[in-house]
């Protein structure tokens, strides 16, 4: 009697133990399946282009979307199979360009009926030809940052954002908030009695649709003699002005110079009084022109 009772209680303990770790075993976790296998789609060379979406529910794996051959499809089911937890993959993709097969090369094609004219062959597409904006053409920037005869360097990088969009034959070449990146050629502090104040500045590099390409711009220059004389010229074909835009009498600050000039295409102003220095405060509108053309690829239709 105490054998059989030994007998059932070792049974007992044993089916405890299987209905414990059948308890702790957990669920599968379909958000988690799903992303691994996204991951793994995504890292693995053969599958990492394509463009398929993972989802599974109760541990079953589907793929949607399109792969560009067979070959992705099948790497992709693999690598859905192989997961841990996943029970059965439903492949839904569909493969770009599947449609009727086309005729084998060795199939000769139909002959064309007794007597027909041979179709035309049809003309090629003209290649789309590139914009050119012209050298002469003004590009109006405003400045991010300051830029002063005091504080400025030759060599100096600054930073502007194009103003005014740019437009050739009715499209945009240069379209408004592209980056500019400018630098400083002169700059020259004034002395207090007889120094010359000088700052002279052009365009080097402009950003579209995420390209680089390279800007020649004449230079904007400025001067201020000692004792408050002062002079301003564009380079490269501009003129001498003296209408110069912000504080010139009265200490004020550096005049910015933009495109309400004019015809002068762009000024550099300083102050007129004391010992003011040339200065152009940030977020001031300067029109520079274009000494060479700027030639951009054509835009995508």
């Known amino acids: 009697m105490g054998a059989f009772s030994r007998e059932v209680r070792a049974t007992l303990l044993i089916s405890l133990l299987v209905v414990g770790v059948a308890g702790c075993s957990k669920p599968v976790n379909d958000e988690m399946l799903a ?6 789609l995504a890292a693995d060379p053969v599958t990492r282009d394509a463009a398929v979406n993972v989802t599974a529910k109760d541990g079953q794996v589907t793929l949607r979307g399109t792969v560009k051959d067979a ?5 992709m089911e693999q690598i859905a199979h192989q997961e841990p937890g996943a029970k059965g993959v439903e492949d839904q993709t569909a493969v770009l360009g599947g449609g009727p097969v086309a005729q084998a090369d060795n199939m000769p094609a139909p002959a064309p009926p007794p007597g027909s004219a041979p179709a035309p062959a049809e003309a090629p597409k003209p290649e789309p030809e590139p914009i050119v904006v012209p050298a002469g053409t003004d590009l ?3 400045i991010d940052s300051a830029l002063s005869s005091k504080t400025s360097h030759a ?27 400018g630098t400083v050629l002169t700059a020259k502090e004034k002395g ?9 500045i052009t365009l080097k590099n402009i950003t579209i649709h995420g390209h680089n390409y390279p800007l020649h711009t004449a230079s904007l220059d400025s001067t201020v003699k000692g004792k408050g004389k002062r002079t301003a010229v564009t380079t490269g074909g501009g003129a001498a002005a003296g209408a110069l835009i912000g504080g010139i009498a009265g200490g004020g600050k550096g005049a910015g110079i933009g495109a309400a000039v004019g015809a002068v295409g ?16 940030a977020e001031t509108a300067l029109t520079f022109t274009l000494s060479n053309p700027l030639t951009l690829p054509p835009q995508a239709e």
Not at 35 to 40: F, M, P, R, T
Not at 71 to 75: C, E, F, G, K, L
């Open 140 to 142: 109006t920037v405003t």
């Open 192 to 200: 207090k009695i007889k120094g010359e104040g000088q700052l002279s």
């Open 71 to 75: 070959a992705t499809q099948q790497r």
């Open 155 to 181: 060599g100096q990088t600054f930073l502007a954002t194009v103003a005014q969009p740019v437009t050739i034959n009715g499209t945009t070449a240069i379209p408004k908030g592209s980056s500019v990146t």
């Open 266 to 281: 762009g000024l550099i102003g300083g102050a007129a009084t004391g010992n003011k220095q040339i200065e152009i405060a």
């Open 35 to 40: 992303k691994d296998v996204q991951e793994k």
